[in-house]
Nanobody, 128 residues
Framework: VQLQASGGGLVQAGGSLRLSCAAS????????IAWFRQAPGKEREGVSC????????YYADDVKGRTTILRNIGENTVYLQMDNVRPEDTAVYYC??????????????????????WGQGTQVTVSS
């Protein structure tokens, strides 16, 4: 089971970024996928989550309205599009997966302890 996160880099404040999370070795329709981030000296926090059926989503308050999570069923990939980025978005971003029922609309608690499968992280740096 593997999650591969990519798409990080240096972005100017006000710009946009798109992160990708490609999954392999897991039953795609049985997993909810989430993005977390961890800034230096801070705890890992949940950013967004999408259900195994790709219909329902969750966004943390500080990214709501400028972030979209999408699930490409055929490619086993989840995307995180973040617009109007801010310096406080600077962090290492991780994608993670947790087993749920098949093709369900259930959003699990979006905290690190809920998710058992993790990608390696991708650095996002927002310059002011």
């Amino acid at each position: 089971v593997q999650l591969q996160a990519s798409g990080g880099g240096l972005v100017q404040a006000g710009g946009s970024l798109r992160l990708s999370c490609a999954a392999s070795g897991l039953l795609w329709d049985y997993y909810a996928i989430a993005w977390f981030r961890q800034a230096p000296g801070k705890e890992r926090e949940g950013v967004s989550c999408i259900t195994s059926n790709g219909i329902s989503t969750y966004y943390a308050d500080d990214v709501k309205g400028r972030t979209t999570i999408l699930r490409n069923i055929g490619e086993n990939t989840v995307y995180l599009q973040m617009d109007n980025v801010r310096p406080e978005d600077t962090a290492v971003y991780y994608c993670a997966a947790t087993r749920v029922k098949y093709n369900t609309d259930y959003i699990p608690p979006v905290n690190p302890g809920t998710f058992g499968v993790w990608g390696q992280g991708t650095q996002v740096t927002v310059s002011s």
